[in-house]
């Protein structure tokens, strides 16, 4: 490969990830809605970028499951189901128990002041950005985040992180659907609270049921929206 060559290969790449970061930050907050044609011509001008580096983005983003390719058909944005969320909500579970466990059997002081700060900063965040109406918070969901890395950051496994991040993104996908009637619903404030005081206690067995019941609990009032799974019926 040429100085030149290898160059604008690396231009390429570069404006791919860029790219797949953009697309999976809209696909996950719900802006590219389940089962859309993702046409390319569509892409292009929202996006502003070229087909080579949409098709590689593209490509990453089938490989993590939240585009589809069909064949000859090009792309669309990964369906729906309720099969499909309760079949990633016990794998998270699978996995973040494990997880959870190893963090725990190997807690350092460390770990446990940056739970500690997680769960604190949170805490101290509003969920929406309206008392009245709800209107999500990006630094809270942020946050969230962090605070459920942190959980299982200390597990020894760079690929079972890895994993567990996947299932979460996943999972916000879902969450992000039907967040309206979520929000009302639930004190999610005590519950990572009541999670990072059994984690700092050393408490395993109760840190890992009060997770479960965490992401189950999402999962049960997703599934118990008519709204979000009503093409699936149709």
Known sequence: MTDAAAIAHGLTTTQATTLCDRLRRDLLEGRLKPRRKLQMRFLMEQYQAGQTPIREALNRLASEGLVEQRD???FVVAGISMDE???LTRTRCWL??????ESLSAASAEWEEGLLLACHRLSKTPRS???DRFDSNPEWERLHRRFHRQLVSGCGSRWLIAYCEQQADLHYRYRQLSIRKIYPRRDVKDEH????????????DRAVA?????????????LADPKIFASERD
């Open 96 to 101: 973040e128990e494990r997880a959870l466990r």
């Open 210 to 222: 009060l997770l479960m019941a965490h992401y189950q609990s999402t999962a049960d009032i997703i």
């Open 193 to 204: 609270e009541a999670i990072t005081k059994a984690a700092v206690d050393g408490d395993a």
């Open 85 to 87: 969320l309760r079949e």
């Open 72 to 74: 000859q058909r090009g």
């Open 129 to 131: 950005l309206e008392s």
